[in-house]
């Protein structure tokens, strides 16, 4: 059975290391499944960059370090994800204003990854983003992408 290709968008990242939060347990165990070889995981040089502006020292090679001990496949900028990123703007998927949000939405569809993991609940993983990415994807030449939490992907068989 062919595993699924993820993409992990920032928030997951972040979430990993904030014990007090929601969602942090299905968090830990997203990567526990993603070491144990359950996923494809990937992650892209708009999250690097994102990460690597994190104030937090301790925190930001904590979070970069799990890309390398898990593995994570980091996927290059292109203009292709650009081209896709603008788009969404043109058709109101995603606002102006949250370019890196489009940016992982686009990165994910443009590599053709099965879902993009999401704690961003006000621009990636919403509603209207799930609604309107898929046709806007469509016009663009690329399939639908899900958009979902660590909590829909895991082993939940506990």
């Known amino acids: 059975m062919r595993k699924l290709r993820i993409y992990l968008e920032t928030t997951v990242f972040n979430r990993y290391f904030e014990p007090e939060r929601d969602n942090h347990r299905d968090t830990v165990r997203l990567f526990e499944e993603i070491a144990e070889g359950k996923f ?3 992650t892209s040089a708009y999250v690097i960059k994102e990460l690597l502006d994190t104030a937090d020292e301790q925190k ?16 290059d900028e292109s203009d292709e994800t650009e081209t896709l990123a603008e788009a969404y703007v043109t058709h109101g ?8 949000d489009r ?9 053709t990854l099965d ?11 919403r509603p209207k983003t799930k609604e309107l990415s898929e046709p806007v994807n469509k016009i663009y030449g ?5 958009i979902g939490t660590p ?4 082993d939940n068989d506990e």
Do not use: D, W
Request: net charge positive; glycine share 4%.
């Open 40 to 42: 494809e995981a990937y």
């Open 60 to 75: 930001r090679n904590e979070m970069i370090q799990l890309v390398s001990r898990h593995g994570i496949i980091i996927l």
């Open 93 to 100: 998927v995603i606002t102006k204003p949250h370019y890196l």
């Open 103 to 111: 940016l992982h939405v686009a990165c994910a569809s443009v590599n």
């Open 115 to 125: 879902a993009i993991i999401s704690l961003n609940f006000s621009h990636i993983n």
């Open 142 to 146: 690329y399939g639908k992408i899900y």
């Open 151 to 154: 909590m829909e992907v895991i």
